[in-house]
């Protein structure tokens, strides 16, 4: 291997501080080229990993109650005959809907649960089995939590019931989320409790969670759910995932054009760049020839001077992108995204380091940009020195 010719390197760097003007520009568009990129790939990453986490600790299979169309409460106690079909491990009732704190333009998931049930869903079998909930208390998300504190309630919260009155629920305390999407905006208190909040009968509740032992049997145990009760709406999983990997890839659709732009951008400034060298630029490689400078160490300072841009332009990309993503939460890509969340709670991107990003990134920039420049450098070092002079 052979070693780093530090003479041309040196040679490299004071190419550079001639030209600052031309190389400081083409830094600074690389970098934002690169940050727009990397901010769009980080985005994505995040919000995938959040979709894949959420989805992944729902139960295998949901059903609803319908009536003249639209979903309605289900009597839990349909939950045994569920239960003796062959193949169900676990039927869960779940009690859960949105609130709309008007005041603060927010909007809450309110979730009951049952400390002697079995809880399909990590965060709230945390919850279930480290917590203790009577009829007048809750806990809440960071998220819910920083909302109610900008209108005053640090210890309590006034709930507007169907009828008008006014139920208070006292802020035992918050709890820390499995993930952002599932439970920044989520209020968790006791079933009963919420029952009163949603004016729920005693034996109503909004779904059934059913749990499968087989995952392969899952279809058949869909279908007899079905064939028992052909009124109901029953949904898998995997339709659910299906579903919101629509939603993300229509989204993802503007993120493609804002791509396929900023690459046109990016090879636009390569086709510039390799149309051809200044004529200062030929007459020192002309002169650099005349002392006795071969092809080789030619082409070799001009990779060292590009690469150094290139790098640099990389590095200091990525980490812009990485502070707007991850310190500022990326406001104008974010909402490209999940503005069908409109929970008005802050939502905070978590970092997912993923070095596929970044060795893409690597990629479509560094080796590309070196390929376009040192095309013309070797044109014209391959010429006689005393014809690139004249």
Do not use: C
């Amino acid at each position: 291997m052979k070693r780093i010719n530090f003479h041309l390197l040196e040679y490299a760097l004071n190419y550079i501080l001639r030209y600052k003007s031309k190389n400081i520009f083409i830094t600074v568009v690389l970098t934002l080229l690169i940050a727009l990129l990397a901010s769009f790939f980080f985005v994505q990453n995040s919000l995938k990993f959040e979709f894949e986490s959420t989805l992944d600790a729902q139960a295998q299979i949901i059903v609803t109650n319908q009536k003249a169309g639209r979903d309605t409460t289900i009597d839990e106690n349909i939950a045994d005959t569920i239960l003796n079909i062959k193949g169900v491990g676990n039927v869960v009732s779940r009690v859960w809907g949105y609130y709309d704190f008007k005041h603060m333009h927010a909007r809450f998931i309110l979730v009951g649960i049952d400390e002697f049930e079995n809880q399909y869903n990590p965060t709230l079998a945390d919850i279930a089995q480290n917590s203790e909930l009577n009829a007048s208390t809750m806990l809440v998300g960071e998220g819910v939590k920083k909302i109610l504190a900008k209108s005053y309630y640090l210890d309590y919260f006034n709930f507007i019931l169907p009828d008008l009155t006014v139920k208070k629920i006292y802020i035992a305390g918050t709890f820390k989320p499995a993930t952002q999407l599932e439970s920044n905006d989520m209020i968790v208190m006791n079933k009963e409790t919420l029952r009163s909040i949603f004016a729920y009968k005693s034996d109503e509740a909004t779904d059934l969670a059913v749990l499968v032992d087989n995952p392969i049997e899952v279809a058949s145990v869909m279908l007899k759910i079905q064939n028992l009760f052909p009124t109901f709406k029953v949904v898998a999983r995997e339709d659910l995932k299906m579903n919101l990997q629509s939603r993300f890839n229509y989204k993802s659709s503007i993120f493609l054009i804002l791509f396929t732009i900023s690459l046109f951008t990016f090879f636009m400034i390569v086709y510039d760049k390799s149309s051809g060298l200044s004529s200062e630029e030929k007459k020192e490689i002309g002169i650099l020839k005349a002392i006795g400078w071969r092809v080789e160490d030619v082409l070799k300072a001009r990779l060292y001077e590009n690469f150094i841009i290139s790098f640099f332009s990389y590095i200091f990309g990525i980490i812009l992108a990485l502070f707007y993503v991850y310190i500022l939460n990326a406001p104008i890509i974010t909402n490209m995204f999940v503005t069908y969340n409109d929970s008005g709670v802050d939502f905070r991107l978590p970092f997912v380091f993923n070095y596929e990003i970044f060795l893409l990134l690597f990629l479509l920039t560094i080796p590309v940009y070196l390929f376009a420049t040192i095309i013309p450098a070797w044109r014209v070092a391959t010429l006689d020195a005393d014809e690139v002079i004249r």
